[in-house]
């Protein structure tokens, strides 16, 4: 999933220097579950020695952790290492002050913000529906009001590899069958929200980072399928937001201000 992220980040702006951390061994494969995100807080946490907790292993970044300026968590959801690491890092011996500390859940919501009256999110499984329309924050309402939905697909996180552009990387003859399958349902989710009043599609899941063209040409292809059929001039542009890239670039943004 790291490789995946990554290779969907190779437009980035050339002032930015990625590193790619993934959870050391026993972490969860995937988070599937609120359980699964507290297994990896606490695995991240003591691999970057910020805790000790058994059975996790001790797996450091490149560099001093005072390096970077901002740290990104790549999980779509309220996922708690983000409140984690900026408790643990504001006690952090070397850490001169609190670095930029984003997740892709919450950076996409402030994109959506800024991009659209109304949201809504496509993910993976279910069982995310309930969890991410609670974990939406709620100043006077501003957020939480905006959402019109989220949508869960059924398509399992680690499944998401084996089509956007990874797809072609797969060595069977059925890939392109199931990729076409992922990407209908992907696409049907995205229509249903913007039906129901959507101005913004968020993609709900970093795993899905690859996607984010295919489905954002989708979108406004079927936008103007539909406005040629009510005889409309022209369909209005729904923008499709992908959270990883949302948080890198308000992170880097964040990071610039503060050195001003």
Not at 13 to 24: G, K, N, R
Not at 195 to 208: K, Q, T, Y
Not at 224 to 247: C, T
Request: charged fraction near 20%.
């Amino acid at each position: 999933m790291t490789a995946s992220v990554a290779r969907s980040l190779i437009h980035i702006s050339d002032d930015i220097e990625l590193t790619f951390y993934t959870a050391p061994l026993r972490a969860p494969p995937s988070i599937n579950t609120m359980e699964d995100a507290d297994l990896s807080t606490t695995a991240v946490l003591n691999g970057l020695g910020l805790i000790s907790s058994k059975p996790f292993q001790r797996s450091p970044l490149p560099d001093p952790i005072e390096h970077y300026a901002a740290i990104i968590v790549g999980c779509y959801s309220p996922h708690p290492l983000v409140p984690a690491l900026r408790t643990a890092l504001r006690s952090h011996p070397t850490y001169p002050s609190v670095p930029v500390i984003a997740g892709i859940f919450e950076s996409s919501l402030y994109a959506a913000l800024q991009l659209g009256s109304t949201f809504g999110i496509v993910t993976t499984g279910t069982q995310w529906e309930d969890i991410m329309m609670k974990g939406i924050p709620e100043p006077g309402g501003v957020v939480g009001s905006r959402c019109v939905g989220v949508r869960g697909t059924g398509i399992g996180v680690l499944e998401l590899e084996s089509g956007g552009d990874g797809a072609k990387e797969m060595n069977c003859t059925d890939y392109a069958d199931n990729v076409d399958r992922m990407y209908r349902i992907l696409l049907g989710k995205a229509l249903e929200l913007i039906a129901c009043g959507a101005e913004v599609i968020l993609l709900g899941c970093a795993g899905m980072s690859l996607w984010r063209e295919r489905i954002q040409t989708g979108v406004w292809d079927a936008l103007q399928v539909q406005s040629r059929k009510l005889g409309q001039e022209r369909a209005v542009y729904v923008p499709v937001v992908d959270g990883v890239k949302a948080a890198i670039e308000q992170a880097a943004a964040m990071c610039r201000m503060n050195k001003v």
